[in-house]
């Protein structure tokens, strides 16, 4: 075990302590299948302990100047980016994502709490015309303590895209990271800690997610609820939410479209492909995960992306040299497996890949090789299926009609992509496909400064942006009348 895994805490962080508890949990790290840690289990008391320290934390920390309240998020920013190499390690240790992705997930952490720091200046209210003798004011308020559920496959980006805004606009949190990816979240609280954020403005705890996320959704305290994971659970959480009516924000799984036109430059598509699909190994909501290749260009694509999967590197992602990591879990492994073989037996062509990688040289980790299927159709679970691994499933097609519909033909809505050049085609397709993000000729659409978030079965709200922040504001009409 390294030093990194041996020092950070592994107990829970409430109102400023960290608090141990009666139960522990082995932790696992996917590129060995070993155990790393012991991770502390929060009992019912506990977790209602946490949301108490929110509480009582939150009406100082929304009274601060807000010159002081944003100043502790820049120190957080800056601790970020000085101990990023520390947490990169921690996270590629505990997810299995190459050093170097960890490493930029950190530094946009960073960004994630500069940006914030920097719109809760901006978070204006606004004056409505009104008759003479009155006046009409909108001002936005922060919603109070928040209860963040996070997922495990960005273990530091989804904190901090979360926890950011949240304390900017004058919220306080209480968070439940991933219990498979508890460390990264615990490191980043040493920090808070570090920036001596004040005793209750941050909480964490671990355990049983049914039972926290019940306590949470249950809370009279709580009045929002942000989630990033899977659709079930999005669903539940929303449902256990309707008595307390809480403001939620859920960001839920993706199928994203991708989609190589004609007239598309097939380099660009090929390399834009290769860097949204082999992010965190395909364990992405937004990765490409239908790729739809016009038929006139489809040998071309083909040939270009096989020679670039199998020249992909997959080992531990501790290595330079890496470029795919493992998968999270051994389940995860069996859900590809089956995905793969439901498309072959169909009629889908195995180009390359299709097989757990095993042997000295992975450790009994959860390795799998980057796959290519071709000739997929709507008849395979895959064309419907989220993913969330490494395999790429070739779907053709002849007009744009004919893609537009296919495109949209899923129950999810987060990201999708085109790569064409005639720009009547990009408007189509633009204003056609039914996603809350496309990127045209471009893969990177996740930045501080751009709303990120789904429609249909992906969930609702926005993160990141001027409207990431508004999340965790409310509206409030305040009509003055001058007697
Ligand atoms: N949109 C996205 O980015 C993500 C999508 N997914 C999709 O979901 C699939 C399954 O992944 P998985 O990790 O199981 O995702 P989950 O939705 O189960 O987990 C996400 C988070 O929700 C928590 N959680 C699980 N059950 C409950 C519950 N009943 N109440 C409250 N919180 C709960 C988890 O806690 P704990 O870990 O402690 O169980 C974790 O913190 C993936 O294969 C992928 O398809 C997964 C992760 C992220
Ligand atoms: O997979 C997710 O849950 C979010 C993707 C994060 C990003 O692209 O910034």
């Known amino acids: 075990m390294t030093e990194s895994i041996n020092n950070v805490h592994k107990d829970l962080f409430i109102n400023g302590e960290w608090i141990n508890t009666a139960d522990y949990k082995d932790l696992i790290n996917p590129a060995t299948g070993k155990v790393i840690a012991k991770i502390a289990q929060a009992d019912e008391t506990q977790v209602e302990d946490a949301i108490q320290a929110a509480y009582d934390a939150f009406q100082p920390w929304k009274s601060l100047e807000l010159k002081d309240r944003t100043q502790y998020l820049h120190n957080i920013a800056d601790l970020l980016e000085e101990h990023a ?53 909108i001002a936005y308020e922060p919603v109070g303590v928040v209860g963040a559920i996070t997922p495990w496959n960005f273990p530091s980006g989804m904190i901090t895209r979360k926890i950011a805004p949240a304390l900017a606009a004058g919220n306080t949190v209480v968070l439940k990271p991933s219990s498979d990816t508890p460390l990264s979240a615990l490191a980043i609280f040493e920090l808070f800690e ?32 942000t989630f990033t994971g899977s659709t079930p659970i999005g669903k539940a959480l929303y449902a256990q939410s309707a008595d307390t009516l809480k403001k939620m924000s859920l960001e839920l799984g993706g199928h994203a479209p991708f989609i190589i036109n004609a007239d598309a430059d097939i380099d660009a598509a090929v390399e834009g492909l290769m860097a949204a ?77 299709g097989h757990r990688l095993t042997g000295d040289e992975y450790d009994n980790g959860f390795f799998f090789q980057p796959t290519i299927l071709d000739n997929v159709n709507r008849t395979m679970d895959i064309f419907y299926e989220e993913t969330f691994g490494p395999v790429i ?84 009409f305040i009509n003055t009348k001058f007697l």
């Open 277 to 353: 699909k082999f992010r965190n190994n395909g364990q992405v909501c937004i990765a490409p995960n239908r790729i739809f290749v016009h038929k006139s260009i489809k040998d071309n694509v083909l040939k270009q992306l096989t020679e670039k999967v199998e020249a992909l590197k997959v080992g531990n992602g501790l290595n330079e040299d890496t470029n795919v990591g493992p998968l999270i879990r051994e389940d995860a492994i069996d859900k590809i497996k089956k995905q793969i073989i439901n498309a072959t037996d169909k009629g889908a062509t195995l180009v390359t890949g």
């Open 393 to 476: 499933p070739i779907i053709t097609f002849d007009t744009l009609e004919e893609v537009i519909e296919m495109a949209n033909d899923s129950e999810f809505g987060l990201a999708s992509y085109a790569y064409a050049k005639d720009s009547k085609t990009i408007q189509t397709i633009a204003t056609s496909l039914e996603y809350g993000m496309v990127g045209i000729n471009e893969v990177a659409i996740s930045n501080p400064e751009t709303p990120f978030g789904g429609v249909k079965h992906s969930g609702f709200g926005r993160e990141n942006s001027h409207l990431g922040i508004k999340e965790y504001v409310t509206a409030k």
């Open 194 to 225: 570090q920036a001596e954020l004040p005793k209750g403005v941050a909480n964490i705890v671990m355990g049983s997610s049914k039972e926290i996320g019940e306590a949470m959704t249950s809370s009279k305290l709580v009045k929002k609820i």
């Open 85 to 137: 190499d520390r947490l990169a390690e921690i996270m590629t240790i505990e997810q299995g994502k190459s050093i170097k992705e960890s490493k930029l997930e950190v530094i946009a952490g960073a960004e994630s709490f500069r940006w914030n720091a920097e719109e809760a200046r901006r978070l204006y209210g606004e004056t409505i015309p009104a008759p003479n003798d009155h006046k009409y004011e």
